[in-house]
C-alpha cells in the first residue's frame, strides 16, 4: 500500500493541499491565502472565502500532486478538515475530498483543524515525548492541552472570551494597522518598548483559562487618551502582556501535570516574543521545548494529512455522510 495521504485545508481563509507520506515526511504543502481579497474588509468575509476556496481547491491539490511528484492513484487517502472553521469554507474541502475518494477509490477522512495544529509539532518533531503540553494560539481558539497519546487529549484551560488572535487583529484594527493583524503587531513591536505601558496581565481565577477582552479594551482606551503615543511602544506594551499570560499558564499547566515537555501550535505561535519566551521559560524549567517552523503554525494541510495518518490507524476511514461542523471540539 502506498503511505502517502493528500491533505487538505479550507477551514477559513486558505486554501492548501499537501502529500505527507507515513505521517511525517512532507512531500509538498502548497498554501494559497486569501488574505488581500479580505484584508479591505478588516476580516475574513464567510461568502467571499468560500467562494474562492472553490476557484482554488482544484489547481492548489494539483500543484500539491505535481511537487510531490505523484498521481491521484498513489494516493493512500484524502483527509480534509472537517471542523471547526467556517461551515461554507469547509464544505468545499470535505466535498473535494469525498470526490477525489470516490474517484481514487481510497479511504476519506475527516480531521479536526484543532488536533491538525497539534501534529505540526509532532510532524516536525516525532522524537517529542508524552504527555505533552500544548499552547494552541489561533484566531479562533486559546488553549491548554495535554496530549497523553495518539488521538487522546484533555483540554486543561481556554478563553472565557477572545482568542488570543482575535485579539491581536481587533488591537491592529483599532490601530489602523489592517488584517491580519498579528504579523503588523509583531513587526512593530521589535521597535518598541515592552515595558513603555503596563497594560493589564488577566488571570482569570487560579485557574487554565484565559481572556483577553479587558485586555484589549485597556489598549484602546490607552490609545484614546494619548492620541499621540508611539505606536511601536503600544504593540510591544500589548504583545508582552499576552505573551507574559500565556506563557506563565503554559508553565504552570506543564508543572500540574508534569509534563515530558511543552509545544505551541496555531497562527499566533508564529509570533516572535512568543517563540522566543515559551522556548526560554522551557529551558529554564528543564523541560523540553518546541516550536514550529513559522509555516507549520498557520493553515497548512501538511498538518492535516500528518494527523489523518494517525487517525486512519486508530479510527479507520471516515464515513462518506460526515458532514462539516463548525464548532467542532476537541477532546
Ligand atoms: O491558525 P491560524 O492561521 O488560523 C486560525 O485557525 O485561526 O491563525 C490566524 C491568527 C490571526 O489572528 C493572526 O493575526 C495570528 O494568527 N498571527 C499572529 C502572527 N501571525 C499570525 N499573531 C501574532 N504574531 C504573529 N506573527
Ligand atoms: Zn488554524
New binding site residues.
Given amino acids: 500500500m502506498s503511505e502517502m495521504i493528500l491533505g487538505i485545508e479550507t477551514?477559513?481563509d486558505?486554501t492548501a493541499a499537501a502529500v505527507v507520506a507515513h505521517g511525517d515526511d512532507v512531500r509538498s504543502s502548497i498554501v494559497s491565502s486569501q488574505i488581500d481579497l479580505h484584508a479591505q474588509f478588516g476580516g475574513v468575509v464567510p461568502e467571499i472565502a468560500s467562494r474562492s476556496h472553490v476557484e482554488l481547491i482544484t489547481p492548489v491539490v494539483a500543484d500539491a500532486l505535481v511537487e510531490a511528484g505523484i498521481e491521484g492513484r498513489d494516493v493512500a487517502a484524502v483527509a480534509a478538515t472537517h471542523g471547526p472553521g467556517l461551515v461554507g469554507a469547509l464544505l468545499v474541502g470535505v466535498s473535494a475530498a469525498k470526490a477525489l475518494a470516490l474517484v481514487w477509490d481510497v479511504p476519506f477522512v475527516g480531521v479536526n483543524?484543532l488536533e491538525a495544529?497539534l501534529y505540526a509539532a509532532l510532524l516536525e518533531e516525532p522524537e517529542l515525548e508524552l504527555p505533552l503540553v500544548f499552547l494552541l494560539v489561533?484566531?479562533?481558539h486559546t488553549m491548554l492541552v495535554v496530549m497523553e497519546g495518539h488521538g487522546r487529549y484533555r483540554v486543561l484551560g481556554s478563553t472565557v472570551d477572545d482568542a488570543a488572535?482575535?485579539a491581536?487583529?481587533k488591537v491592529a484594527r483599532h490601530l489602523g494597522l489592517g488584517y491580519?493583524?498579528?504579523?503588523v503587531?509583531?513587526r512593530l513591536a521589535q521597535a518598541g518598548d515592552p515595558s513603555a505601558i503596563a497594560f493589564p496581565r488577566a488571570m482569570p481565577g487560579d485557574n487554565l483559562d484565559f481572556s483577553f477582552s479587558g485586555l484589549k479594551t485597556a489598549v484602546v482606551n490607552h490609545v484614546r487618551k494619548h492620541p499621540d503615543v508611539s505606536v511601536e511602544d503600544v504593540a510591544a506594551s500589548f504583545q508582552e502582556a499576552v505573551v507574559d499570560v500565556l506563557v506563565a499558564k503554559a508553565r504552570r499547566a506543564a508543572d500540574e501535570i508534569d509534563a515530558k515537555g511543552m509545544a505551541l501550535g496555531?497562527?499566533?505561535a508564529?509570533?516572535?516574543r512568543l517563540r522566543e519566551r515559551f522556548l526560554a521559560a522551557a529551558t529554564e524549567d528543564g523541560r523540553p521545548g518546541f516550536v514550529p517552523s513559522r509555516a507549520m503554525c498557520?493553515?497548512n494541510a501538511a498538518m492535516v494529512a500528518s494527523c489523518a495518518w494517525w487517525r486512519l490507524q486508530a479510527d479507520g476511514p471516515s464515513p462518506l455522510d460526515l458532514g462539516a461542523d463548525p464548532g467542532l471540539r476537541l477532546g
Fill in positions: 477551514s477559513c486558505e483543524h495544529h489561533s484566531g479562533g488572535g482575535e491581536f487583529d491580519p493583524g498579528g504579523p503587531i509583531d496555531g497562527g499566533v508564529a509570533n516572535s498557520t493553515d
